[in-house]
C-alpha cells in the first residue's frame, strides 16, 4: 500500500513521459516576415516577400477553434478536406532564366495549383473539386474552371515539399490555368490573410499601383507539415505567403540602374508588425565578379549574412527592423542601392540550366511544339524531369517524339505517357531525361489541331488557345557544397526545398506557355444561312403558292374622269379623234 | 412617439444587396468596366460590404496589357479618380460572366459547391440594387459578343425571384442603347427600373481619354455617379432626384423609368434604401454576464501522441526509384460488346463456310 502511493507520486512528480506533448501547454504560433531585394543581371531588380506563420498544432486532429495568427479560411480547408499540402501560385508575366538568373521560386504564368491529399481521403477527385471552388470564392480567382480537363497526375515530379511518410502519386492533383489574369482583386484577399494585414511590417509596401506595373508579379501560398523541432517527432503546420516582382529597368527606373525601396514601391517602411517575432530585410551584395564592393546600401545595415543558397556562396547586407537602433536616426527605413562602378554589360553570368519553348510549323492543321533545355556546367551532366500537359484538342503523335542531343539521340531513362480523351483528359508527358555537360538537348513532338464544337468556343476565340508551361526539375550541382542547415536560424529564402545533399540543390523551372490558334468558324454564318434560305422560301413559295391560288379577272376600262369628259367634247367639236 | 414608430416602419427591409455587371469584353468597351466599378465604388461608400455585392466584370482592363496605368481605371478624363481602388473584390470574372451564371445568381439555383462570395443569399427583407450596362437593343442586352438575354427572360427572372421571396424591394437601373425595351417586360410588384435611354435611341459615352485612347465612361452613369458623390448615409435624397439627374440637354438620349410596380411612391423612396446599406439600430441598456472562462479554453487541446521514429521529408528527385518505378497496371476490362460481336461474326463465318464438322476438333 505504502509502496505503492510513493511509486505513483514518484511518477505523477517526473511529469509527463515522451509520450506525451503535454496536454495544456498552450499551441504557439508565430510569424517571421522577411524581404530579399536582388538586383539582376540586367538592371532590374527583384523584390521577393514571404511571410511564414508557423503554428505548433496538428491541424488534422482534434477540434481546433481558437485561430490567431494562422487564418481561419485556410485552417479550416486544410482540416475538412484533408489537405496534406497545399501550393497556389498566381503569376503575371514570365521570369527570364536566361537574363536573370535561376529564381528562388518560380511559377508558370497563370494560376498553378497542385496539391496532395492524406491517405484518408476516400474520393480524391471530388475533394479536389470542392477544394479549387472554395479557393476560387477566397482568392477571387477563376479556379472553377479547374475540371478534369486540365488536372493532371504526374507520376514522377512535385513530390512533396513537407513532410511525408510515402508518396503515392493518387492522392496529387496538378492544374494550370494559363488564361488566368491576376490583378488587384487577388491582391487584396491575399493581404487580408496576413496578420497584420497591410498596416505594418513590411506588407506596408504592397500597394497594386506599383506592383502590378513590373515585367514579372507572382504571389503564391503554401501550406504544408514540418518538423516542430530538431528531433522531428511532432508535426507543425506552416503557411507561407510570397510575393516575388521584378521591376522593369526602363519602366519603373527611368533608366537608372540605382534602386530604392521607394523607388520601386513609392513607399519606406515605417514600424514592425507587432505580431511578428521576426522581421528583416536582405539586400543580395555579392560580388559579381572578382572585385568586390560593387554594389553600394545605405543606411548602413544591422548586419552581414553569408549563406550558401542555390549552391553558391552569397553575401547579404541585412537590416532588422526588430532591432532599436534602425529607426534611431531617420524615422523611415529607405534602403537604397547604388553601383559604384559601372557594370560590364558583356559579363552576365549565365545560369546552369534553363530552357525555351516555342510552336514550329505553319496552318491550321498541324504543328510542332519544341522544347530546347541547355546545360551550361562546364563538365557536370545531370538529369532533368520534364512534365509536359497538353490539352486534349492538340492531337499528340508520340511517334514523332525525338530528343536530340549533340547530334545524335538522347533516349529517356524514364518515360510515361498518358494520352488524351476527348473533352475529359488532357496529354500527359513525363520523361527523365540525362543532360550531358555543356549541351543544348531538342525536344520536339508533332501535333494536330482538332476541330471545336461550336457551342465550345470562348466568346474571344480568335485570340488563341492556351498551352501550360512545362515542369522541369532537376538537381543541378552546386558550386559550393551546402551544409546542413538549422532551418529557423537560417533567412526563409533558403530553407523552401529541403536539401538532403549537400553537392546539389534542387530546382524548379518552368517555360513559356505556348498560345495556338485552332480553326475557328465563321460565327456569323448561322444568322446568314437563315436569313438567306428564309428569303429563298419565302420568294420561291411566295411566288408558287400565288400562281396556284391567283384568279384572274377581267377590267373594265374607266371612262375617264371629268377634265377628260370634257376634253373629248371640245375635241369632237374640232373633229379631232377623241382621247 | 407616433411619428418615430412611423418612420421605423417605413421601409421595410433589413439588409441591402447589389448585383453589379458589366457584360462586355475588348479593350474599347472600357468604359463599361468603369460605369460599373463606379457605381460599386459608391455603394460601398455608403455602406453596403463585399460580402454583400455581387460584382461581374466580363473583361479585366486594369490589368489588360493595353493599360497604360496598370491597376487603375479611371471614370474622369486626365485621370482624376481611379475606380478600381486598392480594395476590390471581383465575384465573376472573365468567361464566368454568362446569361446562365446571371440568371443563377438571381434565381438562387447555383450547384451546391458554389463559395459563398459569389452567391446572393437574399431574403424577404432584402432591398435589392441590380444594375447591368453593356451593348444592347431593343428587347436584348449583349453578354460578351456570343450570347444575349431578352427582357422576356429577364421579367421572368424577378418573377421567379418574386415567388420564392427573394427580394423586398428591386430597383433596376440599365445603361445601354435602348435600355427601356429591358424593363418594358417587368410584371411582379415592388420593382423601380430606371434606363438611360428609350426605345429607338442610343446611349452615348461621356469623353475620351488621349492618354488612355479610349471613352471612360458612358453619359448617363457619369452624371449619376456625379449624383451619388454628394449622397452620405444619412442623406435623405429621394428617387425623384435621381429621375431628374441626366436631362436631354447632357445625356442626348432621354432617360426613362417606371414605377407603377412600386408599392410606395417615388418621394417616399429614400436613395439610401437601395444604395446605401442603413441599418435601424436598436439600443438597449440591459446587460449579459459573460462567465466561461475563456483562457481554459485554450489549454483545452487534445493530446498529441507523438510519434516514435523521427519524420523525414520526402526527396525531391529520388532518380534510382523514378526510373526502377513500374508502370501503374491498367485494370483489367472485359471485352466490349464490339469484340464480342466481331468474334462471333468471325466464328460463324467460319463454320458456314467450311461446315459445322470442323467443331468437333475445335473442342
Redesign the interface.
Given at each position: 500500500g505504502m509502496a505503492a502511493e510513493l511509486l505513483l507520486l514518484l511518477l505523477v512528480a517526473a511529469g509527463p513521459g515522451?509520450?506525451?506533448?503535454g496536454?495544456?501547454?498552450?499551441?504557439r504560433d508565430a510569424l517571421r516576415e522577411e524581404l530579399l531585394l536582388s538586383p539582376l543581371p540586367t538592371g532590374d531588380v527583384a523584390a521577393t516577400f514571404q511571410f511564414r506563420t508557423r503554428w505548433d498544432?496538428?491541424l488534422q486532429?482534434?477540434?481546433?477553434?481558437?485561430y490567431r495568427l494562422f487564418p481561419k479560411a485556410l485552417g479550416r480547408l486544410v482540416a475538412a478536406l484533408g489537405v496534406r499540402e497545399l501550393h497556389l501560385a498566381l503569376t503575371?508575366g514570365f521570369w527570364r532564366t536566361r537574363y536573370w538568373g535561376q529564381p528562388p521560386l518560380q511559377a508558370p504564368a497563370g494560376a498553378e495549383l497542385w496539391v496532395w491529399f492524406q491517405p484518408t481521403v476516400t474520393d480524391v477527385d471530388k475533394s479536389w473539386?470542392?477544394l479549387s471552388?472554395?479557393l476560387?470564392?477566397?482568392f477571387?480567382?477563376?479556379l472553377?474552371?479547374i475540371d478534369s480537363t486540365n488536372t493532371v497526375i504526374p507520376?514522377?515530379s512535385f513530390?512533396?515539399?513537407?513532410?511525408?511518410?510515402g508518396?503515392d502519386h493518387n492522392l496529387l492533383r496538378y492544374a494550370v490555368l494559363p488564361?488566368e489574369?491576376?490583378?488587384?482583386?487577388n491582391l487584396?484577399?491575399w493581404k487580408k490573410l496576413l496578420p497584420c494585414g497591410s498596416k505594418a511590417g513590411l506588407a506596408v509596401l504592397l500597394?497594386?499601383?506599383r506592383?502590378?506595373?513590373s515585367s514579372y508579379h507572382s504571389q503564391a501560398v503554401h501550406i504544408r507539415p514540418i518538423?516542430r523541432d530538431a528531433?522531428?517527432?511532432?508535426?507543425s503546420w506552416e503557411l507561407r505567403q510570397t510575393l516575388t516582382v521584378v521591376f522593369d529597368f526602363f519602366s519603373s527606373g527611368q533608366g537608372k540602374k540605382d534602386w530604392s525601396l521607394f523607388k520601386m514601391f513609392s513607399r519606406t517602411l515605417t514600424d514592425t508588425c507587432p505580431l511578428a517575432s521576426q522581421s528583416k530585410v536582405y539586400v543580395d551584395i555579392s560580388p559579381k565578379n572578382k572585385e568586390k564592393e560593387l554594389l553600394e546600401v545605405s543606411p548602413t545595415p544591422t548586419s552581414v549574412h553569408e549563406a550558401i543558397v542555390q549552391g553558391e556562396k552569397k553575401t547579404y547586407a541585412v537590416y532588422d527592423l526588430l532591432s532599436p537602433s534602425l529607426f534611431n536616426t531617420s524615422r523611415s527605413l529607405n534602403v537604397q542601392l547604388k553601383w559604384t562602378r559601372p557594370q560590364d554589360s558583356s559579363e552576365m553570368p549565365i545560369p546552369t540550366l534553363h530552357a525555351q519553348r516555342y510552336v514550329g510549323g505553319y496552318g491550321l492543321q498541324t504543328g510542332e511544339i519544341c522544347t530546347l533545355i541547355y546545360n551550361t556546367h562546364p563538365y557536370r551532366a545531370f538529369?532533368v524531369?520534364l512534365l509536359e500537359t497538353v490539352p486534349w484538342y492538340l492531337r499528340l503523335y508520340v511517334h514523332t517524339l525525338t530528343i536530340i542531343t549533340k547530334g545524335k539521340e538522347n533516349k529517356p531513362?524514364?518515360i510515361?505517357y498518358q494520352p488524351a480523351q476527348d473533352r475529359r483528359r488532357p496529354h500527359l508527358l513525363e520523361m527523365?531525361i540525362q543532360l550531358p555537360a555543356n549541351s543544348v538537348t531538342k525536344i520536339t513532338i508533332q501535333f494536330e489541331r482538332a476541330l471545336l464544337k461550336w457551342t465550345e468556343y470562348?466568346?474571344?476565340p480568335n485570340h488563341g488557345f492556351y498551352v501550360g508551361s512545362s515542369v522541369l526539375?532537376?538537381?543541378v550541382p552546386s558550386v559550393t557544397a551546402m551544409k546542413d542547415m538549422d532551418v529557423e536560424q537560417s533567412p526563409l529564402f533558403a530553407s523552401l526545398?529541403?536539401s538532403?545533399d549537400g553537392s546539389s540543390y534542387?530546382v524548379r523551372l518552368y517555360t513559356e506557355p505556348l498560345l495556338v490558334n485552332l480553326p475557328t468558324p465563321d460565327?456569323s454564318m448561322p444568322y446568314n444561312v437563315i436569313c438567306l434560305t428564309c428569303t429563298v422560301v419565302a420568294v420561291c413559295y411566295g411566288s408558287f403558292y400565288n400562281l396556284l391560288t391567283r384568279t384572274f379577272h377581267v377590267e373594265e376600262p374607266s371612262r375617264g374622269g371629268l377634265a377628260k369628259r370634257l376634253a373629248n367634247v371640245i375635241r369632237k367639236f374640232r373633229g379631232v379623234p377623241p382621247l | 412617439f407616433q411619428d418615430q414608430a412611423e418612420q421605423f416602419f417605413r421601409s421595410g427591409h433589413t439588409n441591402n444587396w447589389a448585383v453589379l455587371v458589366c457584360t462586355s469584353?475588348?479593350w474599347f468597351n472600357y468604359r463599361h468596366v468603369a460605369n460599373t466599378l463606379s457605381v460599386y465604388r459608391s455603394v460601398k461608400r455608403l455602406g453596403i460590404p463585399d460580402s454583400h455585392i455581387v460584382l461581374m466584370l466580363a473583361d479585366?482592363m486594369?490589368?489588360n496589357p493595353r493599360n497604360p496605368?496598370?491597376?487603375?481605371v479611371f471614370s474622369h478624363k486626365n485621370m482624376e479618380l481611379n475606380v478600381?481602388?486598392?480594395?476590390?473584390?471581383?465575384?465573376y470574372?472573365?468567361?464566368?460572366v454568362t446569361v446562365e451564371n446571371f440568371l443563377r445568381v438571381l434565381t438562387g439555383r447555383i450547384p451546391p459547391?458554389?463559395?459563398?462570395?459569389?452567391r446572393l443569399l437574399s431574403d424577404d427583407r432584402s432591398n435589392i440594387l441590380i444594375y447591368m450596362t453593356g451593348h444592347g437593343g431593343n428587347g436584348f442586352l449583349k453578354f460578351?459578343?456570343?450570347e444575349e438575354i431578352t427582357n422576356v427572360e429577364l421579367a421572368d427572372a424577378f418573377e421567379q425571384m418574386w415567388q420564392k421571396r427573394r427580394y423586398n424591394e428591386l430597383l433596376f437601373i440599365i445603361d445601354t442603347c435602348q435600355g427601356a425595351s429591358m424593363y418594358e417586360r417587368f410584371y411582379s410588384p415592388n420593382i423601380m427600373a430606371l434606363a438611360s435611354s428609350q426605345i429607338g435611341e442610343d446611349s452615348l459615352s461621356h469623353q475620351p481619354d488621349l492618354g488612355i485612347g479610349v471613352h471612360l465612361m458612358d453619359r448617363y452613369t457619369f452624371y449619376v455617379l456625379e449624383f451619388l458623390e454628394e449622397i452620405h448615409p444619412a442623406s435623405q435624397t429621394n428617387m425623384n432626384d435621381l429621375f431628374q439627374v441626366c436631362p436631354k440637354s447632357l445625356c442626348v438620349s432621354t432617360p426613362g423609368h417606371r414605377t407603377d410596380l412600386f408599392q410606395r411612391a417615388p418621394q417616399h423612396v429614400l436613395i439610401t434604401d437601395f444604395f446605401g446599406s442603413v441599418r435601424k439600430v436598436e439600443i438597449t441598456k440591459e446587460t449579459l454576464p459573460l462567465d466561461r472562462d475563456v483562457a481554459g479554453?485554450?489549454?483545452r487541446?487534445?493530446?498529441?501522441?507523438?510519434?516514435t521514429e523521427?519524420?523525414?521529408?520526402?526527396?525531391?528527385?529520388?532518380?534510382a526509384q523514378?526510373?526502377h518505378?513500374k508502370?501503374?497496371q491498367k485494370d483489367w476490362h472485359p471485352p466490349g460488346g464490339f469484340i464480342l460481336g466481331l468474334w462471333a461474326l468471325i466464328i460463324m463465318v467460319f463454320f458456314k463456310t467450311y461446315g459445322i464438322k470442323h467443331m468437333k476438333h475445335v473442342f
Open positions: 515522451p509520450g506525451w506533448a496536454a495544456g501547454r498552450e499551441r498544432a496538428d486532429r482534434g477540434a481546433v477553434s481558437h503575371q473539386k470542392e471552388n472554395i476560387s470564392g477566397i477571387c480567382a477563376s472553377n474552371f507520376t514522377a513530390k512533396p515539399l513537407g513532410l511525408a511518410n508518396t488564361r489574369v491576376v490583378c488587384t482583386e487584396t484577399p500597394k497594386a499601383e506592383l502590378f506595373h518538423c528531433s522531428c517527432l511532432a508535426v538529369p524531369i531513362s524514364y510515361h527523365l470562348p466568346p474571344d526539375s532537376a538537381l526545398f529541403p538532403s534542387f460565327f | 469584353r475588348f479585366d486594369a490589368c496605368k496598370p491597376a487603375t478600381y481602388g486598392d480594395d476590390v473584390e471581383v465575384d470574372r472573365s468567361y464566368e459547391s458554389t463559395p459563398r462570395s459569389k460578351q459578343d456570343s479554453l485554450e489549454s487541446f487534445p493530446e498529441e501522441e507523438l510519434a523521427p519524420l523525414k521529408y520526402a526527396e525531391q528527385l529520388p532518380v523514378i526510373i518505378q508502370p501503374k
